[in-house]
């Protein structure tokens, strides 16, 4: 595996941990539609959480949020859109991301709520 995919399951990992710190409850991971994956599938209270991790081993060419654009934002959308319809829910639903710096130095956690919103 490259070392790029080792580091992002390593964030996966640090994330779903994080989240279960919090009380999050843990419903999927590397849920697939078509091409489109949900990194992890949480409920907070009655909400729905659809979280994108990001990790990366430096700030230095910018934070790891930055990767979550506009397009990638719409793949999110378009899986979660299936993943509510699969599984007949009807609840509220936001989209978090994950962002991880993670080092032999350091691993830094942000955790941003309500991250972006559907048009």
Known sequence: MARHNVLGKQGEEIAKKFLLEKNYAIIDTN???DKDE??????????LVIVEVKTRSTDFYGFPEDAVDSQKEGFLIRATEAYLMENELDLDTRFDIISIILNK???????????????
């Open 105 to 119: 130095k350091e691993t830094k956690i942000y955790h941003i709520v309500d991250a972006f919103y559907p048009d």
């Open 31 to 33: 849920w697939r539609f």
């Open 38 to 47: 949900i990194d992890i599938i949480a409920k907070d209270c009655e909400e």
